[in-house]
């Protein structure tokens, strides 16, 4: 009962947390907003209050702030939920959701409609992006050999993909692409939730939610292949079935966030770290650890993105890569020493 009683306690200030920098990051901007008129605005339009507040402010934050501070939210959880399976699926500490090439062939895909102009305004970038992931998942899954290819094949199939993919983008936009397309398309890269709205959140939102109750009920045999695949075998686990359905749910959800807002890398590597030192290697806990964290944590990068440089909005890309690239120097030393 104590157990029960502090594992809702917990929830509950995890959520206050992400509520509180959720109602931060709608206040930040051009102009300034208290955080108790952001909630009021909220509580005005579920109807539980029915506080006075200025228009413009009630304008600014559900026309443009909120929608991009929830879907930060739940990327942040969807990218660290999926860097948690693929580290756990490979045995590689070093894997994140891009080691499949997904962020590579959304890229190639979303060049393909802003500088080739494929579908002739018919299709839109993030569907090209969400396009170009799969075909990404698709040439990996065939290199692999689908079910029966192992991590370290898995691995190398990715490497593969991604550098044909990456090279394809590269062509189009020096070849086709004039110097503001390319800059457009670099900056989308790089991430940026500038450009999202409502639609967005409910799509990111429901992908996410179901991936993560997926994931939960793959609980135990995630904690199998920590013990390497002929161990989950031996336990009853269809490996190349259980591979096939984990890999293709964290594409689904990679590529729907790389479709809306580019490619943030780091996320998937640095969160499962920070939140299995905290709650430990079972994944009935380490996933739900890792989306609120994740949510968390990338709420708080595009805080920061908007901040760091006055007038100016670094891509979030950026802000990761300062936090990610210092902490994968220190997963090296450590796997270094361990060997």
């Not at 930040?28 to 402010?57: C, F, M, Q």
């Not at 890229?107 to 993030?126: D, H, K, M, N, Y």
């Not at 940026?192 to 429901?206: A, E, H, K, Q, T």
Request: aromatic residues 8%.
């Amino acid at each position: 009962m104590r157990r029960l009683v502090a594992s809702v306690a917990l929830y509950l200030a995890c959520f206050a947390t992400i509520a509180l920098v959720v109602g931060i990051s709608v206040g930040i901007g051009d102009l300034p907003i208290p955080l108790s008129t952001t909630y009021a605005a909220i509580t005005n339009k579920l109807g539980w209050t029915s506080v006075e507040i200025s228009r413009i402010h009630e304008a600014v934050i559900w026309e443009y702030r909120l929608s991009r501070a929830l879907v930060a939210v739940f990327c942040g959880a969807g990218l660290a939920m999926c860097g948690a399976i693929m580290q756990a699926m490979l045995r590689n500490p070093l894997a994140e959701p891009y080691v499949l090439g997904i962020s590579a062939g959304a890229s190639t895909g979303a060049v393909a409609v802003v500088i080739l102009g494929i579908g002739a305004g018919a299709v839109s970038l993030s569907l090209g992006a969400f396009v170009g992931a799969f075909a990404a998942f698709f040439l990996v899954a065939i290199l692999s050999n689908g079910a029966r290819g192992g991590a370290d094949r898995t691995i190398l199939a990715g490497v593969a993909a991604a550098q044909l993919f990456n090279a394809a983008t590269s062509y189009v936009v020096t070849t086709s692409g004039n110097a503001q397309q390319a800059r457009d398309v670099m900056f989308w890269l790089l991430g940026s939730f500038g450009g999202v709205r409502w639609p967005d959140v409910g799509l990111v939102s429901i992908v996410v939610g179901l991936g993560l109750i997926c994931c939960l009920f793959h609980a135990r045999v995630l904690d199998a292949f920590a013990f390497g695949d002929e161990a989950a075998a031996s336990l009853g686990v269809n490996v190349g079935r259980t591979r096939i359905i984990l890999f293709a749910l964290t594409a689904v959800i990679t590529a729907t966030i790389v479709s809306m807002v580019g490619t943030i890398g780091f996320v998937g590597l640095v969160v499962p770290h920070a939140a299995r030192f905290v709650v430990g290697p079972l994944h009935a806990r380490l996933l739900p650890a890792c989306a609120i964290t994740g949510a968390i944590f990338m709420v708080l990068a595009d805080i920061a993105s908007r901040t760091l440089v006055p007038q100016q909005v670094l891509p979030i890309g950026v802000v990761t890569a300062l936090v990610g690239v210092p902490f994968f120097s220190v997963i090296l030393y450590r796997l270094q020493r361990a060997s």
